[in-house]
């Protein structure tokens, strides 16, 4: 599993560093700004709908059913061709009516920014058809417990935006935009193409060709098997919506703000997400498979024994990355971003808001792998019960927030609901099970490693403050 879990999180890692680095470039080049909010705003919607249909939803729903089908080449083609058509549509729709879909996600932004916005969300939003089949040809590698492809090839996107800030270096902000949403699709076409080759490699085409060959003849002997997908889909799309609708309305609200403020979220949400990249998502992607197959054969012993290992794994990591992220949210901001266009008040602003996010990081971590326990047993009714409440609760505290925090109010809020939604998602667990999880001697190493760390990181501040007086 451990293996596993190191392949993911390096790839990812080797993702994020270039991640990173396109960053401070479009920081350097855009600073925060009405075009760096803009390109923002077009690349979030196509990730909205990624996050929610194509990787989220589908991947928890279809890797069990995918296990569980008779007919595994016929059921996975028939589910691909069916989302691939509805994905299709609405990219089409979405370029026909791109101001209709601009005015959706900045309401706040005046009409002469949303018809500057409009063609770079069309462009954009291509990206969504083609990650969608990455994620389904992801499915069936991490299915056949192959995770390096997938892993590695997010770099891909990276690769092709710092490629894209590269090539549009001294031009105008508004053409520099162009090259990014370009390099968006660009992106995707190599990450796509990565999968195939692989796909090619495995020997798995055999299956995808085989499914195309029998789709009609066959079509009737997986009615059982989709009529199933389709019931479980639904309510997955809901469970996996809460920090994506939470995004969305961030985005929403921030565009009524001052300008820069969709920035300050975006670059604190981008630190904020490489822990949470690296450690859980990284850990829950390596278990999931594992846990289904578990679950498939009625063998939740060896499921929990696994999930026991993965949460002190993450408790440990995920701890000393809250405190170190809370106390030297500053220096990394000013790290990573002080360059260019970018100023010390776009540094403190970012700050501010990355702090209310990592004070989340734990229990957003931990969810992640406790909901993949309600998946893999097929859940998803109560997973989107859960994502409900939660997502009422931060819309609650938003509203609430924003006029005494502005920004950094609304990062808070999304922090609140997501422990809203560890807690509830612990109780459908079972709040037994999970006492049988934590009773256990690390606890105490857990809460005496978290004080020291504490220490360590406060002297590390303050040893930067004194190199930086100097």
């Known amino acids: 599993m451990f293996k596993t879990i190191f392949t993911n999180s390096f790839g990812i890692l080797i993702s994020r560093i270039l991640g990173f680095g396109r960053d401070l470039l479009t920081a350097s080049a855009l600073?925060?700004?009405?075009?760096?909010?803009?390109?923002?705003?077009?690349?979030?919607?196509?990730?909205?709908?990624?996050?929610?249909?194509?990787?989220?939803?589908?991947t928890q729903v279809f890797i069990p059913a995918f296990a569980k089908s008779k007919n595994k080449a016929v059921f996975s083609i028939h589910i691909f061709f069916i989302f691939l058509s509805i994905i299709l549509l609405i990219t089409l729709f979405v370029n026909l009516l791109p101001t209709l879909f601009t005015k959706a996600i900045a309401v706040g932004f005046s009409k002469e920014?949303?018809?500057?916005?409009?063609?770079?969300?069309?462009?954009?939003?291509?990206?969504?058809?083609?990650?969608?089949?990455?994620?389904?040809?992801?499915g069936i590698l991490q299915y056949k417990n192959h995770f390096a492809t997938t892993a590695f090839s997010t770099a891909l996107l990276n690769l092709s935006l710092i490629g894209a800030l590269l090539l549009s270096h001294n031009k105008e902000e508004s053409e520099i935009v162009y090259y990014l949403s370009f390099g968006v699709v660009l992106g995707g076409l190599l990450q796509l193409s990565t999968h195939i080759i692989t796909i090619y490699n495995m020997g798995l085409m055999k299956l995808l060709f085989g499914g195309i060959k029998y789709l009609r003849v066959k079509s009737k002997i997986i009615t059982k098997d989709t009529k199933?997908?389709?019931?479980?889909?639904?309510?997955?799309?809901?469970?996996?919506?809460?920090?994506?609708?939470?995004?969305?309305?961030?985005?929403?609200?921030?565009?009524f703000l001052t300008t820069g403020s969709i920035s300050y979220l975006y670059y604190a949400n981008r630190i904020f997400q490489l822990p949470l990249a690296l450690f859980a998502i990284a850990t829950s992607?390596?278990?999931?498979?594992?846990?289904?197959?578990?679950?498939?054969y009625n063998d939740e012993i060896k499921a929990k024994q696994n999930l026991k290992k993965a949460f002190w794994f993450l408790a440990f990591v995920l701890t000393a990355s809250t405190i170190g992220g809370i106390i030297l949210a500053k220096e990394i901001t000013w790290l990573l971003f002080e360059h260019g266009a970018f100023s010390a008040t776009d540094t403190i602003n970012t700050t501010i808001v990355l702090q209310?996010?990592?004070?989340?990081?734990?229990?957003?971590?931990?969810?992640?792998?406790?909901?993949?326990?309600?998946?893999?047993?097929?859940?998803?009714?109560?997973?989107?019960?859960?994502?409900?409440?939660?997502?009422?609760?931060?819309?609650i505290m938003a509203l609430s927030f924003?006029?005494?925090?502005?920004?950094?109010?609304?990062?808070?809020?999304?922090?609140?609901?997501?422990?809203?939604?560890?807690?509830?998602?612990?109780?459908?667990?079972?709040?037994?099970?999970?006492?049988?999880?934590?009773?256990?001697?690390?606890?105490?190493?857990?809460?005496?490693?978290?004080?020291?760390?504490?220490?360590?990181?406060?002297?590390?501040?303050s040893l930067i403050a004194m190199y930086l007086l100097h």
């Open 285 to 296: 992607i390596a278990l999931f498979p594992k846990i289904a197959k578990y679950l498939k």
């Open 113 to 138: 920014s949303i018809e500057i916005a409009s063609p770079y969300v069309a462009i954009n939003f291509w990206y969504l058809p083609l990650i969608f089949s990455v994620t389904f040809l992801s």
């Open 31 to 58: 600073g925060a700004n009405i075009y760096s909010d803009i390109f923002f705003i077009a690349f979030k919607l196509p990730n909205l709908f990624r996050r929610i249909f194509a990787e989220g939803a589908f």
């Open 228 to 255: 199933k997908f389709r019931r479980q889909f639904f309510p997955a799309v809901w469970g996996n919506s809460t920090a994506q609708v939470s995004a969305f309305l961030d985005t929403f609200l921030a565009s």
């Open 402 to 461: 924003i006029s005494l925090f502005g920004v950094a109010g609304l990062a808070l809020a999304s922090t609140l609901g997501g422990i809203m939604s560890f807690i509830l998602t612990l109780k459908t667990f079972g709040f037994t099970n999970f006492v049988e999880i934590i009773h256990s001697k690390y606890t105490l190493y857990l809460l005496l490693g978290a004080v020291l760390f504490t220490f360590v990181m406060l002297a590390l501040k």
């Open 356 to 395: 209310m996010y990592m004070i989340g990081l734990l229990p957003f971590g931990l969810q992640k792998l406790f909901l993949l326990w309600l998946y893999a047993k097929e859940m998803q009714m109560q997973a989107a019960k859960i994502a409900t409440l939660s997502l009422i609760v931060y819309i």
